[in-house]
Structure formats: structure tokens, C-alpha cells
């Protein structure tokens, strides 16, 4: 169970970190759903786990909240990467894809050889 | 770098809480609203969209509890919450408080003061030094391995000739008068080669140091002085100025170089010195003479030296053993068979870690058995304590608590029980580290003893590690029980009290055995102690120490030649002779059984060859012709020393030599008249003294002669002073003093004591370690007989019921007495069996430790006789019966006044 979270938090930190990059500032609600979309509603999200991470990436620096209006004028609190985020952000991916290269390199059969 | 970060802010997370709580609750909410805004856009009903988002979020409470949990640190929350409950817990049974924490205070302090001395003395000997590790002390060695100090020219031969040292340095503690005519103080410095302070590594506070010009051996060139920081804040007013300027000392004036350091107090551990002068200045000084500074056979200097940075002390060792060997053979007229050797700085013979080494030992190992008596004793507390919990700790067990976290709230507690403990055995340890010096005998050695008593780096560790030792040691056995709680049994026993387990009684029973076993260990080393202590002091010193006052004159500090200090003592013995209440007057350089090493001299025997490498070194006194009648030694054979035996031309030097000096090396032959070479000339032996104790009570009497003090004594020599009287020896103080006042009024009486109490010197490591175990042994007995109290009283309160049924059906109060007081001697019972083996093993382990006082490196056993005496051992197990009686008897009696028909309609 620990270890399952400990890999999905390091994909949800990913996720929200790409999908501040492309969207800009967003709140909590709006992230939830932008995650869901993007993954084609593959991912059924339990929204409460959102926050946790959130939380961690802000006290690692990597974004930074403040309280402001949505859309529908309704007070929300907005994320947004901070330069720090940016970086965060390019080293994760790179690390991501480096990962499931690798893995994809065992999962594939041996055909090609 | 980030996870520090993350650590930041979560630390400020937890003091935040009640506003972070509000933030998040208001984005959840925003949250939700949004949520629900898009439902019913969607076409749900409110109610529907709300319930749906609210399904989504995956429940709010645990989405709070787990955001909760990652703004701030869970478990150190956890932490603060128990803290905070074990200081409610405290505060709501002070009693309870009260003696936990006193006895884990009086536990701690005890150890943590142990280690404050063990530390000053062993462990970080000297202070203001530079890397300390890798001074070590230089000694000469005899041909009988004994150790002794260093010679000058030895000294100069070591310095310029060892490669794998950085420098040696000497030293010779001295007595100084600094100030002018009758107001002199008498201070205490080193007389140091010109290196000292380079090769210890020290700095100046103010002004500098001796500069390497000044190291050179030329005698009497270097009129200056180094003043400690203590010396200079007391007596000129920490002045800057006083550099350049000269002080008085014995007469002559030293200019002030500068102030060494605050935290450097000599080359001695745990002694604190005011004044470093150059040695070279002893012949200006003491009126010592310049053949006597390039004499080999003068070995008075103790040597400190620093080796090179990475050399270990076998292969500096190695060096200088080589080099020692050589020098024995070219300089075989007086040093034949010698060596030297180096040791680490605690391991050198002289000043008070020689003495206080053995005792510290044995002190530190008692305090740790007070230690885990203490431990035992609040374990003991807690488990009575935990009982009465057990409701609460069902009933959070029943509610979800999990066990370890509850086990984790019983060590918070005690913990805080021992840390607040530890905080109060911290406030008084400075001040019982003063103690220290009530170690050392009366005199000037009490005089010196001075401890660094602020709490340093490693007391503290010590103590926070002592702390958490014993927080484990009494917390883990409850905390243990706590986990072990049967949640089923314990709710369907309905809440009634009194059915605790046996496990647990067991449990307690074993704590209390161990207590009465450590109690057994500690009384009984107390006995030991005490009973060595007794058997020494019935042994007859051979000399009558009873009506003596002794006083130590320091003449050279008033500037007088040797022949006016032989002047001086003549006159003043000749007043006191006639003074009113005085039978008896003596002078003499050493003082027997006294604390000052005793001083030797190597002897040629006209007609006694010596074995190969035997030493010829014999321990001598230097005597007026008063002294053997004064001291009721009698003569048993030829005559005492005259006033004839003098410094004249025409008078043959003479010698008396004990009954042991004669079995030694005069056997079967007539010893008077046998010539023996010493100082440079022949004596002629003229009388036998009868043999009597020169060191140490418990010693085999050594040969021994005595010299008159008018042929041989020398500027470097001490001054005792004894007048025999009728009445209380102090009666006559006030005469001795009008009368030294009468011969020159500069001269100050120092030191004017019973020689009766100034010979208990001998005997201070006995008696201190004889104290100390009594006072310790005390401790530990009340310890023991306040746990076995509290186990009766509470197995007694616990069987109130029982003991009613029993009484309903006809036990007499007589048989419930019996019955309980049974029961705890049958646990101290087991204690004392369990201990008896542990006891002797210690007592054996403890024979073996012994303390010296630097006469030649020879030391007497701390123990004295009897390690194995079964008596004490039997009086220490009938006494511990005896007060756990005692302990037993009120809960007894209690149990028997019970009221049958009370007892069985409790509850």
C-alpha cells in the first residue's frame, strides 16, 4: 500500500507540475478536473488526495498558492509554479521518460532481436 | 536542501494548526461549491450535486486528517500532546511526583557529579592546553620500576636529543610568598623550564609568555613571571597594565610578563597553580645553590611532554627507553640502571589523581548501582501507577488507540519524569562537584584542588544520556505491560479493582528483589570500606602522634640562606623548649604518614655487595636531635644524634638506621659503626631506631634511616616543625606564633595542625572511600526499603477483600501479620541470595584497586585487609532483614486491623 502511494504521489506531483506549466495558475477544483480530462478519464481521481500532494509541493517550493476569484467569482485558493516548479518540472519528465523507456524495454517482447 | 525546507515549514505548521485548519476548511468548501455549481449546471438537483461532489472528494474528514497530517509533523505533535498530558498527569499526583522525581534527581546528580570528577581527572586532565591527546607525562624509572621524577641535566639531555617528541617540558610545584615583609601571601606556582608554555600549547590573555630567548639554562637571568587569570582578576583587579610591572615574590622582584589563559591552571589535573617562573631563577628564589640545578641526582622535576603529530606513544615510548638506557651507562656514577618512560597524563603518580583515581572508580560504579536502584524504584511507581490507568488505557484501547502508541505515552511519561529529574541533578551537580576537594586531604594539597564545576559538552551528554537510560530502564518494563493489556478480560472484569494479574505482582516482586540485591551490594561494600578503614587506624605507627603540634615553615620565601633557616630553627626551638605546657621541641624535613612524598637517597653499604640491579635507593629522614625522643621512638641500640653532630670539620657525619635497614643489609653483624656513602661522603652508623610507619599505615616497614638535619640539610629541603606538649596541642599555637614573631617578624606560621589529624593524610583515600560508601550505602538502603514498602502496601491494599474473608473465618490479626510480613521477607529473601554471589564477585573486583602518594611509585591497597569477611557480609543481610521488617511491618499491621465486615462490603 505504502509503496503504491509513494508512486502515484510521484505521479500526481508530475501531473499537477505539467499541468500548472500548460494552464497557468488554477485552483484545486480545476486542477482535479484538468488531470481527469487530460488523462482521457482514464484516471478516476479521488479528489481529496489532490490536496496532500499540493500541500507538499508548496513546502518543497515548488508552487506557491494565494487566495483569489474563479470564474465564477468564487473565492479559491490558485497554484501556480514557481521558477523552482520549472525546474522541478524538467528534471521529473526527463527522469519520467527515462524510467519508462526502461521499462518499456523489459515489458516489450524480445520480437525485434 | 527541499526536504529541510519542507521540514520548516511543517515545524511551523504544528504551532499554526488552528489557522491552517480554517484555511483548508475554507478551500474544501470552495471546493465543494465549485464542485456543486458544475452539478447542477449538469442538471442535478443541489442536494444531488453536493452530495455527489462531496462523494468525489473521497470523504472530508479524512481528506482533513490527511492534509493535516502532511502540514505538520504527526508524530512530533503526538510528542506534545503526551508531554503535555504527562505534565497534567504530573501535577495531579504530586506526591507521586514528588518522589520519583527527587529520588531520579538524587540518582542522576550522584552519577553526573562522578563523571564531572572522573572527567576533570582522567579524562580531560588539563585545561587551555593544545590538543591535549598527545601530552604525555615523562618519568624516570628506578632499577625496581618505580617511577620518579627527572634531573635537570636529564632533562637537557632528553629536550635536545629525542627526535619524536615536540618538546619536553619540567616542572616542580612550589610554594611562594608574593608581596612584601610581614604582609606576604603564600601562593602556590610551578617552577617551569622556559618551554613550558610552547610545548603545552598555551596562550597568553594578556601581555605573552615565556619567549624562546627565555628558555635557555643560564641560572638567574630570567627575573619574570607568568600570573594565572584567577590570580590576576583577585588580586589586580584583571588590570591590563600590570604587565611590565614587578611583583615582590619571596623578596625578589619578578617583572610580569603576562596572564596566562582563564582556562589553563597548570600542568597538574584538577590542581589549580597562580605563578610559572622560570626554574632557572630557583637559586635567586630558594637560595638554592647552581651545582644543585646541574646535578643528576637531584630528581625533583616532573616532566610533561608533547609528542609529533602522529607518533603513538610505544614508538616515543621506544626512543626515549634507547636514549634513557645510554645515558645510564655514561653517567653510571649516578644513574646506573635507570630508565624513563612516558605515561598518559592520568596515569602519572603524582599530584591528587593519584589518589583520587582508585576511589572515583569505585565511586562511579556505586553511584550506578544507586542508579538502577532509582530505576527499579520509579519502575516500580509506574507499574503501581499503571494499574490504577488501567481503565484509561482500556477504554482507549477499546476506542482504537493502538498499543504501541500507548506504550509510547507510558516512556513519554517517564521520561519526563527523569528529564525533569536530570534538570534538577544538573542545577546541584556544580555545586556538588565542589565536594571534590573534601577528597583531598586537609592541607596544601586541599588548597589546590580546584574544579572547572561549570558544566561542560560531555557532563551534559553524559547526563542526557543517563536521563534517557534510565527513562528506558524504568519505562520500558510498564510501557511493555501496557502493550500486553487483555482488552476482553480487563472490560468484562467489570471495573473492579484488586484482580491486577499475577504476571504483573510477579513482575513487581522481581523489581523489588533486584532493589534489596543492589541495596545488599552497596551496604556491603560500605562495610567493607568501613571496616578497612577501622583495621588500619588500630595500626600502631610505631610513633606517638598524640600532643604534637606541627607547623611547615617555607623560609626560602623570606629570602633566607641556609645557614639562617638552620639558625632560624635552632633559636626557635631553643624559645619553645622553655615556653609553659611544652615538653618537646623536633625539626625535620619529612613528615611520616604525611602527604608529602618521602624522599630517598641512594647508599653505598661498606660490607654489603648488591645484588645485580638491586636499588640502593633508601628512604631517609632528615632530624634534629629532639626528634625520635619526641616522637617516643625509642633507640634500641648505640645513641641518639647531639647537638655535637654539626656542621663543624671536625665532626664525623653520623647515621641512624631503623631495625628493618639492619635486618636489610646489616644482618648478623654489629651494625654501629658500619660506614655507609651518601651525599657525596661517608656516614658513620651510630644507633638503631626501633622500626615504625613512614608512608602508609598499612605498609611493611621499608629500610629506613635518619641523617642529622644540622650535616645535611639543603635549601631544597622541607621545614616541619613539632612542639610535644601536655595539654591540647593547639594550646600552644598562640606562644609558636609570638615566638616566630619574636625571631623576625616576616616569618608566617602556615599550615599549624594536630599532628594526629595531619597524619590522617595517609589514611584519606580509606577514609574517603569509606564515607562515601556509607553515605551511598544509606541512600541505597532507604531506596529499597521505600520500594519494598510500596509493593506491601499496595499487594495489602490490593488483598483488602481476601484478608476480610480470611478474618470472617477466623484468622487472628496474628496470623495476617505474620502472613504479610512473611511475604516481604520472603522477597527480600530472594533479593539477598540473588545479590550474595554479585557481592562477593564486587568485593573481589574492588580488592584489587589501590591509590599512591608518590612515594616512589609504591602504593597501598584502598581495601586494607578482610575483602572476604563473612561477618560483614552477614550484617549487611541481617541488617537489610532488619529495615525490610520494618518496611513490611505498617502495611502488616494495617492488613490486620481490618475490619472483616468493611472489608468485604467494599465495593
Given amino acids: 500500500m505504502g509503496e503504491k502511494t509513494d508512486v502515484w504521489q510521484g505521479t500526481l506531483a508530475l501531473m499537477v507540475l505539467r499541468t500548472l506549466e500548460t494552464l497557468g495558475p488554477l485552483h484545486g477544483y480545476g486542477l482535479a478536473r484538468r488531470i481527469e480530462q487530460t488523462s482521457g478519464d482514464l484516471l478516476q481521481l479521488n479528489y481529496g488526495t489532490l490536496y496532500p500532494a499540493l500541500l507538499k509541493l508548496e513546502q518543497e517550493g515548488f508552487i506557491r498558492s494565494r487566495w483569489g476569484l474563479s470564474e465564477n467569482n468564487r473565492r479559491a485558493k490558485f497554484y501556480e509554479l514557481t521558477k523552482a516548479g520549472h525546474r522541478q518540472l524538467q528534471k521529473a519528465a526527463a527522469e519520467w521518460e527515462q524510467t519508462t523507456e526502461i521499462l518499456a524495454r523489459f515489458l516489450t517482447p524480445a520480437h525485434e532481436a | 536542501m527541499r526536504q529541510l525546507r519542507a521540514l520548516a515549514l511543517r515545524l511551523r505548521g504544528l504551532f499554526r494548526s488552528r489557522r491552517g485548519d480554517a484555511d483548508f476548511a475554507a478551500e474544501l468548501e470552495s471546493h465543494v461549491a465549485m464542485h456543486t455549481d458544475d452539478g447542477i449546471r449538469a442538471g442535478l438537483t443541489p442536494q444531488e450535486a453536493r452530495r455527489q461532489a462531496l462523494i468525489r472528494l473521497g470523504g472530508a474528514e479524512q481528506t482533513r486528517q490527511v492534509h493535516r497530517e502532511r502540514r505538520t509533523l504527526p508524530w512530533l505533535e503526538d510528542l ?241 627507553k634507547a636514549l634513557a638506557d645510554r645515558m645510564a651507562i655514561a653517567n653510571a656514577d649516578v644513574s646506573e640502571g635507570m630508565s624513563a618512560t612516558l605515561l598518559p597524563l592520568w596515569k602519572s603518580p603524582h599530584g591528587p589523581q593519584g589518589l583520587l583515581v582508585g576511589p572515583l572508580r569505585i565511586l562511579m560504579g556505586v553511584c550506578i548501582l544507586v542508579l538502577l536502584i532509582v530505576c527499579a524504584n520509579v519502575a516500580n511507581l509506574l507499574l503501581a501507577r499503571a494499574t490504577v490507568r488501567e481503565k484509561e488505557f482500556t477504554a482507549r484501547l477499546a476506542l482504537g488507540a493502538g498499543r504501541a502508541r500507548l506504550a509510547r505515552q507510558v516512556l513519554t511519561e517517564s521520561l519526563l519524569l527523569t528529564g525533569s529529574g536530570a534538570a ?70 467489570g471495573g473492579r479493582s484488586g484482580t491486577a494479574g499475577r504476571g504483573r505482582n510477579r513482575l513487581r516482586s522481581v523489581l523489588v528483589g533486584s532493589e534489596v540485591a543492589l541495596a545488599l551490594v552497596t551496604l556491603v561494600g560500605a562495610g567493607l570500606f568501613a571496616r578497612g578503614f577501622q583495621t588500619t587506624m588500630r595500626i600502631d605507627p610505631g610513633f606517638d602522634p598524640n600532643h604534637v603540634l606541627l607547623s611547615q615553615f617555607y623560609l626560602n620565601t623570606n629570602g633566607y640562606n641556609l645557614a639562617q633557616r638552620k639558625e632560624f630553627c635552632r633559636r626557635l626551638a631553643e624559645r619553645m623548649q622553655s615556653a609553659p605546657g611544652v615538653t618537646d621541641v623536633a625539626y625535620s624535613d619529612g613528615v611520616p604518614l604525611g602527604f608529602e612524598p618521602s624522599w630517598w637517597e641512594e647508599l653505598k653499604i661498606e660490607g654489603y655487595a648488591p645484588r645485580p640491579n638491586e636499588n640502593m635507593s633508601v628512604f631517609r629522614n632528615v632530624i634534629s636531635p629532639g626528634y625520635l625522643p619526641l616522637m617516643h621512638i625509642p633507640i634500641v641500640e648505640g645513641r641518639n644524634f647531639t647537638e655535637q653532630d654539626n656542621e663543624d670539620e671536625k665532626s664525623p657525619a653520623v647515621m641512624i638506621v631503623n631495625q628493618a635497614f639492619v635486618r636489610r643489609f646489616l644482618a648478623g653483624r654489629d651494625p654501629i659503626g658500619t660506614r655507609i656513602h651518601g651525599w657525596g661522603s661517608w656516614f658513620r652508623v651510630v644507633g638503631v631506631a626501633k622500626d615504625s610507619k613512614y608512608h602508609y599505615l598499612g605498609e611493611s616497614t621499608p629500610a629506613y634511616f635518619y641523617v642529622p638535619f644540622r650535616q645535611i640539610f639543603r635549601e631544597d629541603m622541607n621545614l616541619a616543625f613539632y612542639v610535644r606538649t601536655k595539654g591540647e596541642p593547639d594550646s600552644v599555637l598562640s606562644t609558636l606564633r609570638a615566638q616566630v614573631r619574636g625571631l623576625d617578624p616576616n616569618v608566617t606560621v602556615f599550615d599549624a595542625a594536630p599532628l594526629k589529624e595531619f597524619i590522617g593524610a ?121 529495615i525490610a521488617t520494618l518496611a513490611c511491618w505498617l502495611p502488616a499491621r494495617r492488613a490486620a486491623s481490618i475490619d472483616p465486615m468493611q472489608a468485604l462490603r467494599m465495593e
Wanted: glycine share 10%.
Fill in chain 2, 424 to 493: 534538577l541533578g544538573l542545577i546541584v551537580t556544580p555545586w556538588m562537584s565542589h565536594a571534590l576537594k573534601y577528597l583531598m586531604p586537609p592541607g596544601p594539597m586541599q588548597q589546590l584542588v580546584a574544579m572547572d564545576t561549570r558544566p561542560n559538552l560531555s557532563v551534559l551528554g553524559f547526563a542526557a544520556g543517563i536521563c534517557i537510560f534510565a527513562a528506558l530502564a524504568a519505562g520500558l518494563v510498564p510501557a511493555l505491560q501496557v502493550g500486553r493489556l487483555n482488552l476482553s478480560a480487563r472490560l468484562n472484569a
Fill in chain 2, 762 to 882: 595517609s589514611l584519606y583515600p580509606q577514609k574517603v572511600a569509606a564515607s562515601l560508601m556509607t553515605v551511598l550505602g544509606s541512600i541505597a538502603l532507604l531506596l529499597a526499603a521505600v520500594g519494598l514498602y510500596s509493593v506491601m502496601a499496595y499487594s495489602v491494599a490490593q488483598r483488602t477483600q481476601e484478608i476480610g474473608v480470611r478474618m470472617a473465618l477466623g484468622a487472628q490479626p496474628g496470623h495476617v501479620l505474620r502472613m504479610v510480613i512473611g511475604q516481604g521477607l520472603a522477597l527480600t529473601a530472594g533479593g539477598l541470595i540473588a545479590s550474595a554471589v554479585l557481592a562477593i564477585g564486587l568485593a573481589r573486583a574492588v580488592a584489587s584497586v589501590s591509590f599512591t602518594n608518590s612515594a616512589m611509585g609504591s602504593s597501598a591497597k584502598l581495601l586494607g585487609a578482610g575483602a572476604n569477611n563473612p561477618l560483614i557480609y552477614l550484617a549487611a543481610a541481617g541488617f537489610l532483614c532488619a
Fill in chain 2, 80 to 320: 506534545l500532546n503526551d508531554l503535555r498530558y504527562g505534565l497534567r498527569m504530573m501535577v495531579r499526583n504530586p506526591s507521586f511526583t514528588a518522589v520519583a522525581v527527587l529520588t531520579l534527581a538524587i540518582g542522576i546528580g550522584a552519577t553526573t557529579t562522578a563523571f564531572t570528577w572522573i572527567n576533570g581527572v582522567l579524562l580531560q586532565p588539563l585545561g587551555g592546553v593544545a590538543d591535549p591527546s598527545r601530552l604525555v607525562v615523562l618519568e624516570s624509572v628506578t632499577p625496581n620500576g618505580e617511577w620518579v621524577p627527572n634531573s635537570y641535566p636529564d632533562f637537557i639531555d632528553f629536550r635536545d636529543r629525542l627526535k619524536l617528541l615536540d618538546g619536553i617540558a619540567v616542572t616542580r610545584p612550589s610554594a611562594l610568598s608574593v608581596g612584601r615583609e610581614d604582609h606576604a601571601d603564600r601562593v602556590w606556582g610551578e617552577l617551569v623550564s622556559g618551554n613550558f608554555f610552547d610545548v603545552l600549547g598555551v596562550k597568553p590573555e594578556v601581555g605573552r609568555l615565556f619567549l624562546p630567548a627565555e628558555f635557555a639554562d643560564a641560572p638567574g637571568k630570567f627575573p619574570i613571571v607568568v600570573i594565572s587569570d584567577r590570580y590576576w582578576r583577585s588580586h589586580f583587579a584583571a588590570d591590563p597594565s600590570i604587565v611590565g610591572k614587578t611583583i615582590p615574590i619571596n623578596q625578589r622582584e619578578l617583572t610580569v610578563v603576562g596572564v596566562a589563559a582563564p582556562s589553563f591552571h597548570g600542568s597538574l589535573p584538577v590542581t589549580a597553580f597562580d605563578l610559572w617562573i622560570p626554574y632557572m631563577e630557583q637559586p635567586t628564589l630558594n637560595s638554592v645553590q647552581e651545582w644543585m640545578l646541574r646535578n643528576r641526582h637531584n630528581r625533583n622535576m616532573l616532566g610533561i611532554a608533547r609528542m609529533k603529530q602522529g607518533v603513538t606513544i610505544d614508538q616515543a615510548r621506544g626512543e626515549l
